[in-house]
């Protein structure tokens, strides 16, 4: 639950000594973890130049101001008697457990219906932030306003940064993930939802190819089967018998091999078991090249 919290309500989106007031839980202490000291942002952004600090700040009190609230937990009262839950329409009568939001006005929703619009955790007992009626957590109400480093996870208020595959970065944290050389304006391959570049994916992720055994670097084409790969070019992805190319072809395998029909699968199989064997460390072994 303390994860999911955090995840919530990032620290470093807020300085969260100022909404203590709506938490349910005695001084100042974060939410998710309330024996700890509270934080600020500039504990957790301590890398920002000043002018970011003076816009996080600045942003920090406008949604305080603003969109904050917290949802509370009471039975529906005699005058809300009969009516619909703001967000599934069902009806709610006098005595049911309703919550209430302040800054939404004389409106009630069940317990499990008042959550985070885009994520829909829980936001019962917890703080929220309201935009347009609709009802946030505090990390994905900020993402309305302020783009979030892929690397960081801290909001950008740069006036530049990188986009790449639907995702943002910090101009300084967009980085290979293995040897942290800065990608920007470089060519990089994405691994596992972060970038990597050319030398260490052809080094460390880049598969063999079932043919000739050279890894299938960044520039070249790829083509897989059950689970395999060769590189796509006629000469590797092509029929074990009769060496037509496959790329774009209907295709049957057997035992580990391609083929481009039956009739050619089963050639092969009764050549002999001996052209088996050898065709098994073809596939299998690197080229004496590589």
Request: proline letters at 9%; a positive charge; aromatic letters at 8%.
């Amino acid at each position: 639950r303390a994860r999911a919290l955090l995840q919530q309500l990032p620290p470093q989106d807020c300085d969260v000594r100022h909404v203590f007031w709506v938490l349910p839980t005695p001084g100042f202490a974060h939410p998710a973890c309330p024996h700890l000291p509270l934080p600020t942002q500039e504990r957790y952004c301590p890398d920002l130049a000043e002018e970011e600090r003076r816009q996080l700040r600045a942003f920090s009190a406008r949604r305080r101001r603003e969109a904050l609230g917290q949802g509370l937990a009471c039975p529906v009262p005699g005058p809300c008697h009969g009516c619909p839950c703001k967000k599934c329409g069902r009806r709610l009568n006098k005595g049911d457990p309703g919550i209430s939001a302040s800054r939404l006005g004389d409106q009630f929703w069940h317990p499990s219906c008042f959550s985070c619009c885009f994520c829909h955790q829980p936001l019962v007992d917890l703080i929220y932030f309201q935009q347009d009626g609709r009802i946030y957590c505090g990390r994905h109400h900020a993402e309305l306003f302020r783009p979030r480093c892929a690397s960081c996870d801290q909001l950008i208020f740069m006036e530049e940064c990188i986009e790449a595959e639907g995702r943002r970065w910090h101009l300084d944290h967009f980085c290979c993930l293995e040897c942290d050389v800065p990608l920007r304006g470089q060519r990089y391959v994405m691994k596992s939802g972060r970038p990597c570049c050319c030398g260490c994916f052809e080094s460390l992720f880049a598969e063999p190819c079932q043919a000739c055994g050279d890894p299938i670097g960044a520039d070249s084409e790829e083509a897989t089967h059950q689970g395999l790969h060769w590189h796509a070019r006629a000469a590797c992805f092509c029929c074990s018998l009769c060496r037509k190319p496959l790329r774009g072809q209907p295709l049957t395998s057997r035992r580990g091999r391609l083929f481009c029909s039956e009739t050619c699968s089963l050639g092969r199989d009764a050549s002999s078991t001996a052209s088996d064997s050898s065709d098994s460390a073809f596939a299998s072994a690197p080229s004496p090249d590589s």
